[in-house]
């Protein structure tokens, strides 16, 4: 019932014979939900019907992807749905938000101040405590131990890409928000023994968290990647106008949505990253999704 292969094609904007770009379009792999989220639910969900759960406490920003198609899921498989959200500081209906009030109700929210949010895992917990009905917490991006089988997909469809083209990727670039989908793709790349080195650019954590997220989830911490960071608009969340720029330039040069939050940047800092270290080979860029952010932004 799920569809797991993503094409890969070309990229225009790397003439250089040292260096051939392509694109993974797993942004393609659902309507309104990104790809690395489909890839984690394929695992997550079944798990969740085996289970029985009747329940599901999802936990995210409102403007999150993964709220967006958690949501979708749920009303899916009928489940009932309490969404704990971190109260932003200017409640807008627009974006992802908008979108996800079509699934939810306001009295499915609970909103929970910054200044609680790291205990928010907590509050979700005792809550689930409360229900006389089998629940289940999905942590923000559902970065949870069931789907990771599914999240690990990627590496196994990379292959069969190669497989279809003809060639070998030596450099892979991927975002990472909570870095779940690149801990998988980490883990499923050692795995399969491939030889590219994968490159992570790290928008919300720095090395160290991202390290000890992999000890956590992994049990070991692979040796197949680099980190590194944004150069322009840092902050996690943050656009800026070289940010609007690139969403431009990619529709225009390439034919690709790219929300800003994430696929934007990650374009953007790979084809930087690409030109200053003089790498050479096939270059892998994953785009995961996340187009229904879009509108949200003025790109003017």
Request: hydrophobic share 45%; with cysteine; aromatic share 10%.
């Amino acid at each position: 019932m799920w569809n797991l292969s993503s094409r890969v094609h070309c990229l225009n904007q790397f003439p250089d014979e040292k260096v051939s770009c392509y694109v993974k379009r797993d942004d393609e792999l659902g309507c309104g939900i990104s790809g690395s989220k489909l890839r984690k639910y394929a695992s997550l969900f079944p798990f969740l019907m085996a289970q029985g759960i009747k329940h599901l406490i999802i936990i995210a920003g409102h403007q999150s992807n993964n709220l967006l198609a958690a949501l979708q899921l749920a009303r899916e498989f009928k489940l009932k749905v309490t969404a704990f959200l971190i109260k932003p500081w200017k409640l807008e209906l627009q974006g992802n938000y908008k979108l996800s009030r079509l699934f939810l109700e306001e009295q499915e929210i609970v909103w929970i101040a910054r200044n609680d949010w790291p205990k928010v895992n907590e509050l979700a917990s005792d809550y689930l405590q409360t229900l006389n009905e089998p629940g289940f917490v999905l942590q923000e991006g559902a970065s949870v131990p069931q789907a990771m089988n599914g999240a690990s997909t990627l590496a196994d469809d990379i292959r069969i890409n190669e497989h279809i083209l003809g060639l070998a990727f030596q450099h892979v670039f991927i975002d990472a928000g909570t870095g779940f989908s690149a801990a998988a793709l980490i883990q499923g790349m050692a795995r399969l023994n491939h030889s590219a080195q994968i490159y992570v650019l790290l928008l919300a954590d720095d090395e160290a968290t991202f390290r000890n997220k992999l000890k956590q989830w992994l049990e070991l911490i692979p040796q197949n990647f680099l980190c590194f960071y944004p150069t322009t608009a840092k902050a996690f969340g943050s656009v800026n106008q070289t940010i609007k720029n690139e969403v431009k330039r990619l529709a225009r040069e390439e034919g690709i949505l790219a929300d800003p939050i994430y696929a934007a940047k990650l374009f953007y800092e790979s084809r930087n990253y690409i030109k200053n270290e003089q790498l050479e080979g096939n270059v892998l860029i994953i785009h995961s999704g996340g187009t229904l952010t879009m509108p949200g932004f003025d790109y003017k």
